[in-house]
T-cell receptor, first 113, second 112 residues
């Protein structure tokens, strides 16, 4: 069964609006979660590290004011794409690690129109 | 930082034959090497991983080997089946709360 659950799996929004994506660890606590972005036929690019109870750590080139990350509990991290534009359209994926391994959510396909 | 290279980018294999995908990494401090299978429109699925304290791990038709000295690790799929067709990614990092660096992916096609 799923170890990491991500919601929604697909979302379409208008330019200028904000979209929130949730990532939950199931049956285990994750003090750290990771958010990735994947372009078509490309590999996963790490966007940021989500830290429970503290600020997220962003990779170089990722706008922290654009991609807001909140890790309010040990089982939930959220990514909010603010003032979305068509170039933000992508596949966003979260991950978390338990003693067995590093697992990924199902991914969220964001389309900004 | 870590750099992971993956080869080949595409691989076509006759059903029943074996498939091998290879990766190299640069950071000798990395100790965790997972392999993921990604189907279209879905998140990566962990299929097998290996930690630096062992050289080989096997799970039914899937095996992974690790050569720490040469800094490379490989995925071996035997008796391939059509459902093995997917994109496979290798990754390297430190087990626990450290981020993973991914390879560029291999599109595996199993020919019936």
């Amino acid at each position: 069964g799923a170890v990491v659950s991500q919601h929604p799996s697909r979302v379409i929004c208008k330019s200028g609006t904000s979209v929130k994506i949730e990532c939950r660890s199931l049956d285990f606590q994750a003090t750290t979660m990771f958010w990735y972005r994947q372009f078509p036929k490309k590999s996963l690019m790490l966007m940021a590290t989500s830290n429970e109870g503290s600020k997220a750590t962003y990779e170089q080139g990722v706008e922290k004011d654009k991609f807001l990350i909140n890790h309010a509990s040990l089982t939930l991290s959220t990514l909010t794409v603010t003032s979305a534009h068509p170039e933000d359209s992508s596949f966003y994926i979260c991950s978390a690690t338990n003693p067995v391994g590093a697992f990924f959510g199902q991914g969220t396909r964001l389309t900004v129109v | 930082g870590e750099n992971v290279e993956q080869h080949p980018s595409t691989l076509s294999v006759q059903e029943g034959d074996s498939a091998v995908i290879k990766c190299t990494y640069s950071d000798s401090a990395s100790n965790y090497f997972p392999w993921y299978k990604q189907e279209l429109g879905k998140g990566p699925q962990l299929i097998i991983d290996i930690r630096s304290n062992v050289g080989e791990k096997k799970d039914q038709r899937i095996a992974v080997t690790l050569n720490k000295t040469a800094k490379h690790f490989s995925l071996h799929i035997t008796e391939t089946q059509p459902e093995d067709s997917a994109v496979y990614f290798c990754a390297a990092g430190n087990f626990g709360n450290e981020k993973l660096t991914f390879g560029t992916g291999t599109r595996l096609t199993i020919i019936p």
